[in-house]
């Protein structure tokens, strides 16, 4: 198994910064894959950013310029850097890990890191 452990969010005013850890642990060879996603109150979880192991990245578009992701493989760490925050990107924040071994893939989540965005 691998184990997701989300930090960095709290409460901050819009246009402020926040930077979100998300720290793999267990059995995290083969993680090929790591992303984050979204979930605000009576919406869907959604995709925010991923980042393969190649290095390429995908943003959705409402947060494409501000937000960045970025992984430290010494560290089993994904990162998002997040500018310029808007009330609408407050929601719980989500860790994302695939991990590949030949043709099997599993997917692991985080539990969770709360941000909210004050206007």
């Known amino acids: 198994q691998v184990q997701l452990v989300e930090s960095g969010g709290g409460l901050v005013q819009a246009g402020g910064s926040l930077r979100l850890s998300c720290a793999a642990s267990?059995?995290?060879?083969?993680?090929?894959?790591m992303g984050w996603y979204r979930q605000s109150p009576g919406k869907q979880r959604e995709l925010v950013a991923t980042?393969?192991?190649?290095?390429?990245?995908n943003y959705a578009d409402s947060v494409k310029g501000r937000f960045t992701i970025s992984r430290d493989n010494a560290k089993n760490t994904v990162y998002l850097q997040m500018n310029s925050l808007q009330p609408e990107d407050t929601a719980v924040y989500y860790c994302r890990a695939d991990k590949s071994i030949d043709y099997l893939t599993r997917v692991y989540w985080g539990q969770g890191t709360q941000v909210t965005v004050s206007s």
């Open positions: 267990g059995s995290i060879f083969s993680i090929n894959f």
């Open positions: 980042i393969h192991s190649s290095g390429r990245t």
